[in-house]
């Protein structure tokens, strides 16, 4: 849904309070930790001063248990632990920033698809229409054990259910007509019956009857991002998104991924700018390139040697600890993928590292370099940006991601990249409407 080609901006919050982060300067410098609005207020009002689209929230409702056999690693350390459902902050951010929207994870293996329809309902009416949906199926197994589950349901059948989830969701969202709510205080009629629609939705997985007891909301269909690099997650995403995050690691894979959603659109009857892709993305700004370069030292130092594994093992849903670090990626890859956990990405891993990469050499990189990565003066940052954007089609922009403080290294970005993307005519100046759609679609 992005028609101009400008550079859409991001910024994934879903770990900058935990992840070593915490300890790095200008993390919750000023503020108390974690718990309260007025940092995450704060937060707004900065992305909403660099012109930004989205803060973002991912969500797994888990404590990773992978490494080590126990919670121990997750907690000493902050391994995305703890993760607090961000969904209050929601309304308070939007009322303290007005422009920039707000993404939030919900999973369509745990909850109800009538739920979700009207939970975004609400969240699009309280935030004048700035809310995105991350439908995500979900891939931890201490998550499926916390929703009542003995196991983690297999891959493509949670994708399967998913299909299902979003198709429910999406026509409760149409249920009610955009004119249907008449108001006339003459006649009492509240809203015209014949614009408000019954489902009875009778699928594999839901029983819906529908309709959706709401207004309207400004947006009629919230935002739909969509994340899933496989096969059955690039489907869902062709099928249902209007915006996919995807974590590519060089420009051969991007163009390789972009081309691959694009194929996976038409088949779906929708054109490549119905579907903007944000690129993960870690930035290390400085005036200079020797002081960006101090920066990425610190960064790296506040990371302790085991961080990797600890961090493989959390997304694999396999103990690494227990892994010999001589083996090679190639030799762990079937039992990576017997986890049904996240095989989409490790497959990008082993496309775009050398797959004779032992355990042991993966582990020191995988924290750091799994996203794309720029480093240096605004200009470089810029520079960088602009190649892989333009390379990539032009169809979306960047999120923000990883190894960054706040709200110190995003009132940075703000400051520094910010500004120099205006200059080159690819960051926007001002909001183009009261909505998220409405800045994501020009
Ligand atoms: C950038 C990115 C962000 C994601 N955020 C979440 C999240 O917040 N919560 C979650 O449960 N899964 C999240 N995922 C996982 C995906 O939604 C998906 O469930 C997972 O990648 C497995 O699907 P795949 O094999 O199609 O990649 C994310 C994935 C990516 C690439």
Redesign the pocket.
Known sequence: MCQSELIHLAADL?FFHTDYLWRMPGSWSGYSYYSRPDFYEDVARIAARGIFDLLFF???AGTSEEYGGNHHTAVRYGVKWPWHDMMPMIPCMARAAHGVGFGI?M?TTYHHPFYIARLFNALDHVTGGRIAW?A?????KNEAANWGYDKLIE?DAR?ERAQEHLQVVRALWDSVEPDAIVLDRESGVFADPQKVHVLDFRGRYYNVRGPLPALPSPQGRPVII?????G??MELAATYADLQ???RRTLPSMKEHRAALDAKLSKAGRTPRDCGILW?VRVQVAESAAAAREKERAYLDAIPPEAGLIELSSMYGLDFSLLRRDMRLIDVADEVKAQN?????FEEILKTTDPELTVEQLGRKFMTERILVAGGTPEMIADQLEEWHRETGANGGF?L?RGFSAPGNLREFVDLVVPELQRRGLGRRQYLGPTLRDNLLH
């Open positions: 879903s991912g969500d797994s994870t999973s991350n995500v199926t979900s891939r931890s891959h994708y969509q994340a899933g690099q496989s059955p997650g995050f995807s974590t993960s956990v996240h095989w989409g990405s999120m991601g």
